[in-house]
């Protein structure tokens, strides 16, 4: 599975216009896109880039672009002829200005001297980054592409979506969020994408998940207890698999009662936008029901 976004407030990851400052009515037909949530959110908006920059890949895949962004779009639009132009960290500055593109999105969190450069090039547009702000990284996004109105009635309708589930399904059942890293285990908290998500959707958190300092916090095999919960949703791709064979993971309750819940990463833990929030939402009704 190949990771394109960062995680989800786990990376710290012109003209001098800014995320902040514009708003272009005319839409823009040659985008690069160089972080969290670009590819979801043009593609949301019918914009194909012509550049990517990508995140390492779990599995190898050279094209960067997650299977849920396949499922979603593969047919509607060639996918496979966006142009890489490295990765994330270190995109090809060159390799960019080949493609001459009239707007290049980056993020706030981008190394200075890069968006210098890439300035020397066309318009850049950042956006903030992570995931805390995803919602209003896609209105800083639509408005550098001109499709405001469209992007403000895509999120209204996901949101109506979440509330009328809601509303219908009459429980505030308790979810409980968790991934790997390397060979590490993540807390997922109320300001990450799928935290989030789950709020939208009415539903509630364990205690010791209520953060609010930052996205995700560690959690020790020997704080397992943790993760119960009504459901539990997890994912971990790339290492970290041993807990699930652990005494402690097959004690919790949650375990116990068939809710425990294998997802996939790229939506729920490594992305931050409107495609995967509405990814994250289906999973959820499918698994809890109406």
Not at 9 to 38: I, K
Not at 49 to 62: E, Q, R, T
Not at 104 to 113: H, P, Y
Not at 261 to 271: E, G, I, P, T
Request: overall charge negative; some cysteine; hydrophobic content about 40%.
């Amino acid at each position: 599975m190949a990771l394109l976004a960062a995680c989800s407030g786990d990376e710290e990851d012109a003209d001098d216009s800014t995320a902040s400052s514009t708003d272009s009515d005319a839409q823009t037909t040659r985008v690069v896109a160089l972080n969290t949530g670009h590819l979801d959110h043009l593609l949301l908006l019918g914009i194909v880039p012509v550049g990517l920059a990508v995140a390492k890949s779990a599995n190898g895949d050279p094209s960067g672009i997650p299977d849920y962004i396949y499922d979603r779009f593969g047919e509607s639009f060639d996918l496979d002829a966006i142009e890489q132009v490295g990765l994330r960290a270190e995109p090809d500055v060159e390799k960019i200005a080949t493609l001459e593109p009239d707007l290049i999105l980056s993020n706030d969190r981008a190394d200075e001297a890069l968006l210098t450069q890439l300035r020397g090039i066309t318009t850049v547009v950042t956006t903030n980054g992570g995931s805390e702000l995803w919602k209003e990284d896609l209105g800083i996004l639509a408005d550098a592409v001109g499709k405001r109105e469209e992007a403000d009635d895509l999120l209204a309708a996901y949101e109506k979506n979440a509330s009328d589930w809601a509303d219908n399904r009459g429980n505030d059942a308790v979810v409980s969020l968790v991934r790997g890293r390397n060979d590490e285990y993540i807390l997922t908290g109320p300001s990450s994408l799928s935290g989030s998500v789950v709020e939208d959707a009415g539903l509630t958190r364990p205690d010791g998940q209520r953060f609010s300092d930052t996205a995700n916090h560690d959690l020790s095999v020997e704080n397992t207890d943790q993760l119960d919960a009504d459901y539990l949703f997890y994912s971990f791709d790339g290492g970290a698999e041993s807990l699930t064979d652990s005494a402690s993971w097959r004690n919790l309750e949650v375990v116990k009662a068939g809710n425990a819940y294998a997802v996939d990463m790229d939506a729920w833990f490594l992305n931050a936008s409107l495609v995967a929030a509405q990814y994250i939402l289906d999973d959820l009704k499918d698994r809890i029901g109406e």
